[in-house]
Nanobody
Framework: QVQLVESGGGLVQAGGSLRLSCDAS????????MAWFRQAPGKEREFVAA????????NYADSVKGRFAISRDNAKTTMYLQMNSLQPEDTAAYYC??????????????WGQGTQVTVSP
């Protein structure tokens, strides 16, 4: 099994930045891609960004392109999401996901518990 633990969430003012981390442990060898999703209150969970395990390929939701950057630390089993120019509409619980399928479209069978990001006006 793969365990995913997110960290780095918090409260920030509009225009500020946060960096989320996702640490993978357990049987990480099957992981071929990782991703970030988010879910705001009363809304469905939505895709934010994805990255291959090698870190070579990435994909972003249109709403975060140019503001967010996903990355991997190849020396560790860690994924990051650097979030800049945050806006109140970015407020959500952010979830880390992992997949043993090639490509960046999932499916995503492994999930973390989430970390809350709140952006004040």
């Amino acid at each position: 099994q793969v365990q995913l633990v997110e960290s780095g969430g918090g409260l920030v003012q509009a225009g500020g930045s946060l960096r989320l981390s996702c640490d993978a442990s357990g049987r990480t060898l099957p992981i071929l891609a990782m991703a970030w999703f988010r879910q705001a209150p009363g809304k469905e969970r939505e895709f934010v960004a994805a990255i291959t395990w090698s870190g070579v390929s990435t994909n972003y939701a249109d709403s975060v392109k140019g503001r967010f950057a996903i990355s991997r630390d190849n020396a560790k089993t860690t994924m990051y999401l650097q979030m800049n120019s945050l806006q109140p509409e970015d407020t959500a619980a952010y979830y880390c996901a992992a997949s043993s399928y090639a490509g960046l479209r999932g499916p995503w069978p492994y999930w973390g518990q989430g970390t809350q990001v709140t952006v004040s006006p």
